[in-house]
């Protein structure tokens, strides 16, 4: 399967040196000796190429063939626009030349007559005449690969590139076929790690430089580099620091040999022999698109795959690396029944049973109204889809949620599009002059976010603004960062929003009533109660008010709960006042967060944000589904928890885990009188089950997702192994929906795409085959909201007791989806809580003492990690921490306040 | 400062020069020190004292005076008398030419190096006017010979476009190795639009054998400075670096001390010599590589990077230290300037040949009676430099070949020794004018082992980063150590032409296109020799051990069908 052919945005410079890791390209009719391709020999004066009519073309000859490109093209792009390819090593579409391997030197005439020029570093002139095809091109082709394969191993058998390696191809295609060099090899690290999950091979690197252009270019993180010179020369990290960017994998797909190779991957299979699934990855809610290669269904490995409008080509190290869950024996293979206390392996049809006449007994005998369903974002559209048909139309209730759903103040639109944030990666022309981060940490939360912004900000001069309670990776931009008090944010934003409103006092864009929203928010509040200096509070605000095109993102570390109302509402006012209101975001942070409240999976809301009295959509519905739907407003997330055994007796879980959240509830689940968890694992809510359905991932049957900016893509079936009964999602639903009377009219998953792309507006035309390999972003306009104005903001008080947690998510979290790949696990966080120096000073605690966490609601033992990220006064308890269920302490706030003593061992 | 200061300056000092009867002019540089010019110092100093000349005379520790394998040197300057230079002084030797030519006005003739010698009469000292002559830690001594009128004439008479243009008339070429046209290039910065820009000094010299700059930067380090701040005004910079190589202690340390003493008197800095121009100069120290010499990987080290060439075009006069114009010059180069502007661009392009204009310092080393420093018009033919100045081949041996350019050059055989040293002819034999090296060699040279002993040194200072460069040079090397192991064949010998030609035509930077000269022009004058070492197993000249044989063939490569090559025939055609 080749992914090249599928659409490729104009950024696109020229098509990387190696075919691989987006499929093999087709080899170019080659002319043998090149004698018959006009203009070789260099001799053959060719026809002067007329000037092109746009003045910023440049029309230049090449082999004989006239061709018009804009200025500043490389000659290796111009020569590719006709189809002519240069062999290249160090070059590479996405890197800054180098000009370092030779091997695309080719003959461009000069003042001086041809002159042997590097195609990859040498723009395009007018009237340039280039020849790629003289003998003395092939001359320097063949001694070229000679040089290179001079001190190579010629491991070929052994190494996993064989078969997708351009060393080798270009060997076949270019190479002298004899050497007369017999000199013996030189000797370098073999199998050398040079990071958990990268091997370095110092023999076969042919020091391209690739490796160190990426980290230098995209990562701004140089961590690898050249030592010794000469003939000694290798590619090393620097001594004792490995390679730990977060997506440093990447340098793994761009290595034209095999001197980079999958340590996860190492080994297990022969690019010859892969089947090449183009997907995306569903780790955060970027949604990179990404090669799943497998073979005998299974995973072998992943790598990149270019999407110019989501992930260029890159993937962070979770999505490559982390995928060891897809093929663990731990997978769930056969539903479970409760019997005598304990899970026992059932038939479809037993267990199917059991659900349907439970959740019908209980319906009867205490209304729908006590049965409620939870859903999650990591799971496709089409599930949740069905979950929220299935329980709204079937069962009759609303009571429908997924974590972080309805509690969470969100925006219907996600983010305005990551190409704009993107658009200034290979040039100076940022679309994004100016990017807010307001409780989101890219760097952990949103890798491949992380990189766009890197290059938008050294490439592009877009400005950063950073409001998070810790100093994020990417407050050394030095953009204003303001460190406010967890749980202050509503405040502060509205003072930023007070101060800005100075700052376009003169201009028409702030709304006229806007002064009396803001007028709390006084320097001395964001002074004292936010702890911030209101300098750069200034500077943030007059950044925003002088931007063109500012992008303010904001996560659901401030978006939780009432507090998280009002930071919305603040966010709206300063948005309103500096004229960015259109692009004023919430991005979730799970794969398909936006999908979840796009198709509804909210207690509050119908599929496409429309509220439950949109009666034209609920005809529709109504119509589709056969049946009446729930007009009262359901439960959310947290309300269905809290109230489970008590107002609430059956729960259905799909995809989710409470119980590892907060020990009360795993009690609460204890308490419900019937429920069903249809999951992967035996999760510790699954343990609590009456019925556990095992479920298929999402690469183990086709399904769609969407990310943060609203693209919705294919996540197509890879995989399936043949011993397990796990079924799809969408075909439980069905079946159970079919035991519950309804008769679903589905004959596969992509029914259902159809159903929602139906009964959508925003997802209208959005079927499987319509999305393609590069997905479609819905158009923000399709939905209807209000305009928004200007808001009050209350501040709630916060309390001085303690210390505030400081939540978040990590990348390397120790979840299921990460523990599941045992090489990964040096990597892993760990079950530790974050602490300033100063105060660990004063505690007289350093990193690894054992500390108690204690709230009212209870308390953990954590190993201490001082930090000075982390601002004093607070702790940081990252969520999803297994071994660390910060939502122990929590009780519902936001943000909880904590008493930090020496723990046990420390303590002894 | 101002010219009228300047002047008054010169006055006051050439007064106080004036003042003495006699100067003794002690070579302080290091080849003079390193054969015991400390102990000759003392000993005249002793003998002044013992004398109770001390008013009568003054001792001056100055730069190189040339003659550096004739070191001790010593110049006596009576007044009314012209100079007369001591070689090889021993202290003995010093204390009697106080006692007997100070005292008395009695030569110590048997240490007179005379003046009318050949070493000194075909030499014509421009940039080396004032090494030797004067004390280079002393800005007065340099301004009462002239230094600093030149800047304080361009700051106040000349447009830069002038500045440029009668660099571009004076014909002079750049002295790194490549000899580009100085005006030419002063101009491109000069026209290049940027709110800043930049001036360089290359002091890098990592030529082996070469001291060419290191002298200059020792014996006149304000010339350099006059060149810079000239080139600045010229082409609008504000800021100046001078590399000097990290092998350099004192000439950097002199540089530091002369660019101090100049800032105090307000001839560098802001509003300098009383105008509206503002040059400041720093130095950076190189690590010792000779790939930092190449001006791409220069101003890398200088920006705190690895020192490694980048592709070349954009060109540094377009886009150089960070990203903005820069004019980079040896410092030869700039101590060619202030001459120019003083005595006007046809008086200098009076000198030399048609192309090659002005006159060129060379270090002359090897095989000759006097090695030194000296400094000839271009155009004088490399049997005058061999057996005039350099006094010809000790025990009248038989002269075998010259190495012009060091590693990047080439050899020149005894039937070119009348060739006229100038940019063209050099280059029509193979070889080049380079940074100035000249290495004599005679018959008990082995002209295979000459080229392996560059090509080890290329080989060990290739950055590492281009392939061909990186892995070719190394490649060339154990061939070369193969055919004088004895080990080669003639199989051997075609695969050492091709790997050259490949290496010079697809390194990125300099040093590996021009690392196989060596090979290739011994290979193109002494092919007998390495035909000899392969089939007869003789070394004529006796170097090469010899002692191992071919392997079997079967463990040869097999031939592999010929490619046409240009520079491969052009090679053949000799
Ligand atoms: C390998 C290599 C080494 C060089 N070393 C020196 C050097 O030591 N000093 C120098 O002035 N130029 C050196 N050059 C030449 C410089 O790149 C540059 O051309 C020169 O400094 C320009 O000054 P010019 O125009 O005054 O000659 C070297 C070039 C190469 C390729
Ligand atoms: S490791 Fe791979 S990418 Fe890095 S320099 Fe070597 S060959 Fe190039
Ligand atoms: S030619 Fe040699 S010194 Fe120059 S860039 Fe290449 S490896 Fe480095
Ligand atoms: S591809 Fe151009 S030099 Fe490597």
Not at chain 1, 329 to 353: C, F, I, Y
Request: glycine share 10%.
């Amino acid at each position: 399967m080749s992914d090249k052919a599928s659409g490729k945005a104009p950024e696109m410079k020229h098509s990387p040196g190696q075919p691989a890791p987006t499929g093999k390209e087709p080899l170019p009719a080659n002319k043998p000796g090149g004698a018959s391709a006009p203009g070789a020999g260099g001799g053959a004066v060719p026809a002067k190429p007329e000037a092109p009519a746009n003045p910023n073309d440049v029309s230049l000859t090449i082999d004989g063939r006239s061709v018009t490109v804009p200025k500043g093209t490389l000659v290796v792009d111009a020569a590719q626009k006709l189809g002519i390819e240069i062999p290249v090593f160090c070059s590479h579409p996405k890197l800054d030349p180098v000009a370092c391997c030779r091997m695309c030197l080719v003959e461009i005439s000069g003042p001086r007559g041809p002159m042997l020029q590097t195609a990859c570093s040498v723009p395009v002139a007018p009237d340039m005449v280039v020849s790629t095809e003289t003998e003395q091109v092939r001359a320097v082709q063949e001694a070229n690969l000679a040089f290179m394969l001079l001190n190579h191993p010629l491991d070929c058998p052994i190494c996993d590139k064989g078969g997708e390696c351009p060393l080798q191809d270009q060997t076949m295609r270019y190479g002298p076929g004899i050497s007369q060099l017999v000199e013996p090899k030189r000797h370098k690290n073999k199998q050398y790690l040079i990071s958990d999950t990268i091997v370095l091979d110092q023999e076969r690197c042919v020091v391209c430089w690739r490796c160190i252009r990426y980290l230098e270019e995209w990562e701004d993180k140089p961590q690898l580099g050249l030592f010794e010179r000469g003939g000694a020369t290798l590619i090393d990290i620097q001594p004792g620091k490995p390679v730990d960017a977060k997506t440093g994998g990447n340098i793994i797909d761009i290595c034209p040999v095999g001197a980079l190779t999958n340590r996860v991957a190492r080994f297990a299979y022969r690019p010859w022999e892969i089947d090449r699934t183009p997907s995306i990855c569903t780790h955060c809610s970027i949604g990179c698109n990404l090669r799943m290669d497998s073979r005998t269904h299974s995973v072998r490995r992943i790598v990149g795959r270019e999407n110019m409008a989501v992930n260029d080509q890159w993937l962070c190290d979770k999505g490559r690396f982390a995928h060891g869950w897809i093929n663990d024996a731990q997978r769930l293979q056969t539903p479970l029944v409760r019997k005598n206390g304990n899970l026992v392996a059932a038939s479809w049809s037993e267990a199917l049973e059991v659900v349907a006449s439970k959740l019908q007994s209980i319906k009867k005998t205490s209304g729908a109204e006590s049965i409620g369903a939870i859903g999650s974002a990591k799971l496709s559209n089409e599930s949740n889809y069905l979950l929220q048909r299935l329980f709204r139309s079937t069962i009759g209730t609303n009571n429908i949620d997924h974590r972080a759903g309805a509690d969470v103040a969100a925006l219907p639109t996600g983010l305005p599009a990551l190409v704009d944030l993107m658009k200034p990666q290979y040039g100076p022309d940022p679309k994004a002059d100016v990017v807010m981060l307001v409780g989101v940490d890219p760097s952990e939360e949103l890798p491949i976010l992380d990189v766009h912004l890197k290059r938008a900000v050294r490439r592009g001069k877009t400005q950063l603004i950073i409001v998070h309670p810790r100093k994020v990776e990417l407050t050394r931009y030095n953009g204003p960062y303001l460190g406010c008090r967890p749980g202050s944010e509503a405040l502060l934003i509205n003072g930023i929003a007070k101060l800005a409103l100075k700052q376009v006092q003169n201009s028409h864009t702030a709304p006229a009533d806007a002064a009396g929203f803001v007028a709390d928010a006084t320097k001395e509040a964001l002074r004292t109660v936010c702890g911030v200096d209101v300098d750069e509070a200034k500077r943030a605000a007059e950044l925003l008010a002088k931007a063109k095109n500012a992008v303010i993102i904001y996560g659901p570390m401030v978006a939780q709960g009432e507090q998280g109302k009002q930071v919305r509402n603040a966010l709206t006012n300063l948005a309103l006042i500096t004229g960015h209101g259109s692009r004023l975001a919430y991005v979730g942070l799970e794969a398909n967060s936006q999908g979840c409240r796009d198709v509804g999976l909210l207690p509050n809301a119908l599929p496409g944000h429309a509220p439950l009295s949109d009666e034209k959509l609920r005809k529709t519905l109504e119509k589709t589904w056969g049946g009446p739907i729930a007009t009262k407003a359901g439960k959310s997330y947290s309300q269905m928890l809290d109230g489970a055994g008590s107002d609430l007796k059956a729960l259905y879980i799909m995809g989710a885990n409470p119980a590892s959240e907060r020990p009360a509830w795993a009690a609460k689940l204890d308490a419900l009188d019937f429920l069903v968890v249809q999951d992967l694992f035996l999760t510790e809510t699954a343990q609590l089950a009456d019925v556990v359905l095992p479920a298929v991932s999402w690469a183990e049957e086709d399904g769609t997702f969407t990310n943060l900016e609203r693209r919705v893509q294919r996540a197509p079936k890879a995989v399936r192994s043949p011993d397990s009964k796990a079924a799809s999602d969408w075909m439980i639903l069905d079946h159970l929906a079919a035991r519950l009377g309804a008769q679903w009219p589905f004959a596969n998953v992509h029914g259902v795409t159809a159903e929602i792309a139906k009964v959508i507006p925003a997802y209208h035309g959005l079927t499987w085959d319509a999305l393609g390999d590069q997905g479609v972003q819905w158009d923000a306009a399709a939905i209807t909201r209000a305009k928004p104005t200007m808001q009050p903001v209350t501040q709630e008080t916060i309390s001085t007791d303690g210390y505030s947690v400081i939540g978040g998510t990590v990348l390397y979290d120790d979840g299921d989806l990460f523990a599941k790949t045992p090489l990964m696990q040096n990597m892993a966080f760990g079950a530790a809580v974050g602490i300033n120096p100063a105060d660990a000073a004063k505690m007289g605690i350093e990193t690894g003492s054992l500390l108690k966490v204690s709230s009212a609601q209870g308390e953990l033992i954590l190993a201490a990690r001082v930090d000075p990220s982390v601002r004093a006064g607070s702790v940081w308890i990252p969520e999803s921490l297994p071994n660390a269920p910060v939502g122990a302490l929590r009780n519902g706030a936001a943000v909880p306040h904590v008493e930090i003593t020496p723990g046990p061992k420390s303590a002894a | 400062m101002n010219r009228a200061d300047l002047a008054a300056m010169a006055q006051r000092e050439q007064d106080r020069q004036d003042a003495f009867r006699c100067r003794v002019l002690c070579c302080a540089s290091t080849p003079c020190l390193s054969s015991g010019g400390t102990a000759v110092r003392e000993a005249i100093e002793k003998a002044i004292k013992d004398g109770d000349l001390d008013a009568d005379v003054q001792v001056v520790s100055t730069g190189c005076m040339g003659p550096c394998s004739r070191g001790p040197v010593v110049t006596l300057k009576m007044r009314g008398a012209e100079d007369v230079v001591y070689e090889q002084v021993t202290p003995e030797a010093a204390t009697r030419i106080i006692q007997e030519h100070v005292a008395k006005n009695e030569p110590v003739k048997e240490f007179v190096f005379p003046n009318d010698a050949p070493f000194f009469a075909k030499q014509h000292k421009v940039v080396l006017a004032n090494s030797g002559q004067i004390d280079p830690e002393s800005l007065e001594d340099y301004v009462a010979r002239g230094g600093y009128t030149a800047l304080a004439h361009v700051l106040r008479e000349m447009k830069p476009d002038e500045v440029c243009e009668s660099i571009t008339r004076s014909g002079l070429r750049g002295r790194g190795g490549a000899g580009y046209p100085t005006g030419i290039k002063w101009d491109l910065v000069r026209k290049s639009q940027s709110d800043k820009k930049y001036v360089v000094a290359n002091g890098d010299e990592g030529d082996p054998g070469a001291y060419m700059d290191r002298s200059l930067m020792e014996s006149d380090p304000h010339r350099i400075l006059e060149g810079m701040a000239i080139a600045g005004y010229a082409v609008g910079a504000e800021q100046g670096f001078i590399y000097v190589r990290g092998e350099y202690p004192v000439a950097a340390k002199r540089l530091e001390r002369a660019i101090r003493a100049a800032e105090r008197r307000g001839l560098l800095g802001s509003r300098m010599v009383d105008s509206q121009f503002n040059f400041r100069i720093d130095i950076r120290i190189g690590a010792g590589a000779f790939v930092c010499g190449e001006e791409t990987a220069l101003m890398a080290s200088i920006m705190g990077k690895r020192g490694q060439p980048v592709p070349r075009p954009p060109y540094p006069s377009q886009s150089g230290l960070w990203g903005k114009p820069t004019l980079i010059n040896n410092v030869e180069t700039f101590g060619s300037i202030a001459p120019i502007i003083l005595n006007k661009a046809e008086w200098f392009a009076a000198i030399g040949t048609d192309k090659s204009k002005g006159t060129k310092i060379f270090a002359l080393a090897g095989d000759v009676n006097t090695t030194g420093l000296i400094e000839v018009p271009m155009g004088i033919t490399l049997r005058e430099i061999v057996y005039d100045i350099g006094g010809g081949i000790p025990d009248d041996r038989a002269f075998k070949a010259v190495q012009t350019g060091g590693p990047s050059g080439g050899c020149i055989p005894a039937q070119y020794l009348d060739t006229p040293v100038d940019y063209e002819s050099l280059r029509a034999l193979g070889s080049i004018v380079g940074s100035g090296g000249l290495i004599i060699m005679d018959e008990r040279s082995c002209m295979v082992d000459v080229a392996k002993f560059f090509l080890d040194f290329c080989a060990d200072e290739s950055c590492g980063k281009c392939a061909p460069c990186r892995v070719g040079t190394v490649q060339i090397y154990k061939l070369l150590d193969k055919i004088t192991r004895g080990a080669a064949t003639l199989a051997d010998l075609e695969t050492l032409r091709e790997l050259c030609v490949m290496v010079q035509e697809t390194s990125l930077c300099g040093l590996g296109q021009n690392a196989p000269n060596p090979v290739v022009s011994t290979l193109r004058y002494f092919y007998d020799e390495y035909e000899a070492h392969i089939r007869k197993h003789k070394c004529a000249a006796g170097v090469c051990a010899l002692n191992e044989k071919p392997m079997s063939p079967a463990v040869v490569a097999p031939p592999r069908p010929k490619r046409k090559v240009a520079r491969l025939d052009e090679l053949e055609a000799v």
